[in-house]
């Protein structure tokens, strides 16, 4: 079975742009997480969906979007880019079996460098 | 709200036993989880522990007590190849999935 995949894996942007992501989840997988990891901040929840439907939020400004299709593969877009948006952007997906296991299957990520 | 407690880093020398301590508070709670990143890799899973006690698998234990809010991962047999960053994350009533900010694992030869 693939795994989680990411495209693009690098990206380069400058400030006020704004930028897509885009992340297909393993087979079968009906959720699709989004994390952004920054060095010493461990990996910041940023939106979770399920079923075409964002079923939870993290603490991000307005600016960072996402969505989900109906084969779940997922997007997520920030707008008016800075500097400190600058972070490997990891996709997780899983069965979403709350209270049992809850094992997030990772992409590779997409390394975004903001200049 | 939600927030876990790990050490940023720890040490140890190949062959030994570490231990890497997680404590959290969050609004229930289902379980706490394991993940291990190497430089340039994503995440994997390790272990899960939704009841007290330990789970062990392989040179990897885990171990939970949900009245303390603490668990730890135990690393014995310490091969280079464990050098690695390690999280912890709880997932609540709220279904979130909150990771701590990792232990950076230094193997010693």
């Known amino acids: 079975k693939a795994g989680v995949t990411q495209t693009p894996r690098y990206l380069i942007k400058t400030r006020g742009q704004q930028v897509t992501l885009s992340c297909s989840p393993i087979?079968?997988?009906?959720?699709v997480s989004w994390y952004q990891q920054t060095p010493g901040q461990g990996l910041q929840f940023l939106f979770e969906y399920f079923s075409e439907t964002q079923r939870n939020k993290g603490n991000f400004p307005g600016r960072f979007s996402g969505r989900q299709f109906s084969n779940s593969r997922s997007e997520m877009n920030v707008s008016t880019l800075e500097l400190g948006d600058s972070a490997l952007y990891l996709c997780a997906s899983s069965t979403m079996d709350r209270g049992r296991s809850d094992t997030q299957y990772f992409g590779p990520g997409t390394r975004l460098t903001v200049l | 709200g939600q927030s876990l407690e790990q050490p940023s880093e720890v040490t140890a020398v190949e062959g030994a036993i570490v231990q890497i301590n997680c404590t959290y508070q969050?609004?229930?709670?289902?379980?706490l989880s394991w993940y291990q990143q190497h430089d340039g890799g994503a995440p994997t899973f390790l272990s899960y522990n939704a009841l007290d006690g330990l789970e062990e698998t392989g040179r990897f234990s885990s171990f939970l007590s949900r009245s303390d809010s603490y668990g730890y991962l135990l690393l014995q047999e310490l091969q280079m190849k464990d050098s690695a960053s390690y999280f912890c994350?709880?997932?609540?009533?709220?279904?979130?999935?909150?990771f701590g900010k990792g232990t950076r694992l230094h193997i010693l030869p």
């Open positions: 087979s079968g997988h009906r959720s």
């Open positions: 969050t609004s229930g709670f289902y379980g």
């Open positions: 994350a709880v997932s609540g009533r709220d279904d979130k999935i909150i």
